[in-house]
């Protein structure tokens, strides 16, 4: 078997509370993207992996493959690792990790992630956007600069490229690009990964891909043209998601 996508899925949201069970459309979230994620047939299975005995009953009765992992994992990484561990699903070559708030992920961008590691380029695969400069002054946009193979130098939530000569500005400005946190692994550099201890620059920007990064963990960086709106994190962000669902669904753009 080629790819296994995991879909982490944690109840205890803060911002959100209860975020994989709120409604799209009427049907609770993490089903939705269970749905993308297998209509896409970009992974061969597609699991969904939560702590939460609700969730599970609620993706199961959707007809959703679900697996119960342990409820004190600091990140959807960790959660990822508990699930690929397991031998039922030890022939998978390449793990995709599809965050269980976005509904609305494109294929490119999964299916970019799992190239960059299925065609052999690196053994920890994510994705990027083109973006406007304007992303530069806004610290929630992660921003990600990468070498000319596709491996990533560095992320941050600080403006990358910097601007030092104004002559270059138009240069600069075709270098920006927007981090997609969909991540793709094979199974031995996920289990590096989860085995590293937080590294300071990780902590210091809150951004966990820093981690295999300081460690040497070569990452590569597939360009997609659009990834979709992101996620979910406010009763904001589901209610933009309902009117975008409502518009896709009347057949409008």
């Not at 803060?14 to 209509?39: Q, S």
């Not at 596709?150 to 000569?165: D, H, K, Q, T, V």
Request: glycine share 6%; aromatic share 4%.
């Amino acid at each position: 078997m080629s790819v296994l996508a995991i879909i982490p899925a944690r109840l205890a949201a803060t911002r959100l509370p209860r975020k994989p069970l709120r409604l799209l459309a009427g049907t609770p979230l993490i089903v939705r993207v269970w749905e993308r994620v297998r209509a896409m047939d970009v992974a061969d299975r597609c699991v969904v992996a939560t702590d939460s005995e609700e969730v599970a009953a609620v993706v199961r009765a959707a007809g959703a493959e679900c697996v119960l992992t342990r409820d004190d994992h600091p990140s959807g990484t960790d959660r990822t690792a508990e699930v690929a561990a397991r031998p039922e699903f030890g022939a998978f070559r390449t793990i995709v990790n599809v965050q269980g708030d976005e509904p609305f992920v494109t294929a490119a961008a999964v299916r970019g992630a799992a190239n960059v590691v299925r065609d052999g380029r690196f053994p920890l695969g994510t994705v990027s956007v083109p973006a406007s400069p304007a992303i530069l002054a806004q610290p929630n946009n992660v921003k990600v600069v990468a070498a000319a193979d596709g491996r990533a130098l560095y992320f941050s939530r600080a403006p990358i490229p910097f601007l030092r000569e104004e002559a270059d500005r138009a240069t600069r400005d075709a270098l920006v690009r927007q981090h997609v946190g969909v991540y793709a692994y094979t199974p031995d550099a996920l289990r590096a990964w989860v085995r590293l201890a937080p590294h300071p620059l990780e902590m210091i920007e809150r951004l966990e891909q820093l981690r295999p990064l300081a460690a040497g963990i070569a990452m590569g960086v597939a360009e997609v043209a659009d990834a979709g709106p992101g996620g979910i994190d406010t009763e904001d962000d589901l209610a933009r998601a309902n009117a975008r669902w409502e518009t896709l669904s009347a057949g409008h753009p």
